[in-house]
T-cell receptor
Framework: NAGVMQNPRHLVRRRGQEARLRCSPM?????VYWYRQLPEEGLKFMVY????????ESGMPKERFSAEFPKEGPSILRIQQVVRGDSAAYFC???????????FGEGSRLTVL | DQQVKQNSPSLSVQEGRISILNCDYT??????FLWYKKYPAEGPTFLIS?????DKNEDGRFTVFLNKSAKHLSLHIVPSQPGDSAVYFC?????????????FGAGTRLAVHP
C-alpha cells in the first residue's frame, strides 16, 4: 500500500542551478498537488495537475518554476536558476478524482547554498 | 492575504488534560475544513474534518467544532498524550470544479508534557 512517494528527500543546490523534484501519486490517484512550506510558515498551494494537464497554477511564481504530470511517470516540479529564497520543503499530495481527500508525501527539502 | 489563520504558534499542555487548538478563516465560500498533524521531517497526515453543514465532528479523542457565524473552528484533544506532540495545521477548501484546493494556516506547535 504505497503512499505518495517523493524524491529526492533532500536536495542541495548552488545558486543558479536547477532543481527537479519528483512525485509519484498513490495508486489509483490521478490528481497531484504541489505545496511549498517556507521555514516557520504553513503550506502554500502552488499548482494542481491532472495527467498531462495543468488545472490551477495560481500559486506558482511567475518565473523559474514549472510543473508537469506526464501520461507516464511521476509529476515533476522544476525550479530553474535557484536562489536562496527557494530553500523550503516541497510537498506533493495526490487525491482520488471521486473523493478529493489529499494524501501527502514526506516532502523534498531543498537547500540552496 | 491570509484566508486561514492560526494565531497561536505554540501550545503547551499537560498529559491527560485537554488541548484546544483554534483556527479562524475569512472566506465565506469555504465549505470544508480539515485538521492535519505533522511530525518533523514527515508530510502532513489527515486527522479529522468537518463539513460546513455540521457544527461538530468527533473521532475518538479528537473533536472539531465549527462556528460558521464567527468563521471559527477549533480542535479539541481529550485526553492529551505525549504522542500528540506535533504541529497541527488547519486547512479549508471550497471543493468546486472537481478538485480540492486546500488553504492552510501557519500551524500550531503542540507540546504535551508529563
Amino acid at each position: 500500500n504505497a503512499g505518495v512517494m517523493q524524491n529526492p528527500r533532500h536536495l542541495v543546490r548552488r545558486r543558479g542551478q536547477e532543481a527537479r523534484l519528483r512525485c509519484s501519486p498513490m495508486k489509483g490517484h490521478s490528481h497531484v498537488y504541489w505545496y511549498r512550506q517556507l521555514p516557520e510558515e504553513g503550506l502554500k498551494f502552488m499548482v494542481y495537475l491532472q495527467k498531462e494537464n495543468i488545472i490551477d497554477e495560481s500559486g506558482m511564481p511567475k518565473e523559474r518554476f514549472s510543473a508537469e504530470f506526464p501520461k507516464e511517470g511521476p509529476s515533476i516540479l522544476r525550479i530553474q536558476q535557484v536562489v536562496r529564497g527557494d530553500s523550503a520543503a516541497y510537498f506533493c499530495a495526490s487525491s482520488h478524482p471521486n473523493t478529493g481527500e489529499l494524501f501527502f508525501g514526506e516532502g523534498s527539502r531543498l537547500t540552496v547554498l | 492575504d491570509q484566508q486561514v489563520k492560526q494565531n497561536s504558534p505554540s501550545l503547551s499542555v499537560q498529559e491527560g488534560r485537554i488541548s484546544i487548538l483554534n483556527c479562524d478563516y475569512t472566506n465565506s465560500m469555504f465549505d470544508y475544513f480539515l485538521w492535519y498533524k505533522k511530525y518533523p521531517a514527515e508530510g502532513p497526515t489527515f486527522l479529522i474534518s468537518i463539513s460546513s453543514i455540521k457544527d461538530k465532528n468527533e473521532d475518538g479523542r479528537f473533536t472539531v467544532f465549527l462556528n460558521k457565524s464567527a468563521k471559527h473552528l477549533s480542535l479539541h484533544i481529550v485526553p492529551s498524550q505525549p504522542g500528540d506532540s506535533a504541529v497541527y495545521f488547519c486547512a479549508a477548501s471550497a471543493f468546486s470544479g472537481g478538485y480540492n484546493k486546500l488553504i492552510f494556516g501557519a500551524g500550531t506547535r503542540l507540546a504535551v508534557h508529563p
